[in-house]
Nanobody
């Protein structure tokens, strides 16, 4: 059974940066499309970014495009989310997620629908 551990969250000032990490055990992430979701207080969980298993293809929500960068290190069995120029609206619990289907293909909409949140989340708080 796969277990994911997110880390790297914390308190940061407006305009600051954080790098989130998602480390996996029990499954090789290299065969899975991976993603980050976030859930702000009182709001639904939203997709933030995703990365394809086979190539460097990535997807970003409009609100983070140009500020966030998702990457993976298959040798370390980990996925990362670099977050820059953070405004208070980025305050949320950030979750790591993986495709329910190994070596999954399809459009980003199809992939996102298959994503399963595997981690417990790491809290990011952006203070003004």
């Amino acid at each position: 059974q796969v277990q994911l551990a997110e880390s790297g969250g914390g308190l940061v000032q407006v305009g600051g940066s954080l790098r989130l990490s998602c480390a996996a055990s029990g499954r090789a992430l290299s065969s899975y499309n991976m993603a980050w979701f976030r859930q702000a207080p009182g709001k639904e969980r939203d997709i933030v970014a995703a990365i394809y298993w086979k190539s460097a293809a990535t997807f970003y929500a409009g609100s983070v495009k140009g500020r966030f960068s998702i990457s993976r290190d298959n040798a370390k069995n980990a996925v990362y989310l670099q977050m820059n120029n953070l405004p208070p609206e980025d305050t949320a619990l950030y979750y790591c997620a993986g495709d329910s289907r190994p070596q999954g293909s399809g459009t980003w909409d199809e992939i996102i629908r298959r994503l399963e949140v595997w981690g417990q989340g790491t809290l990011v708080t952006v203070s003004s």
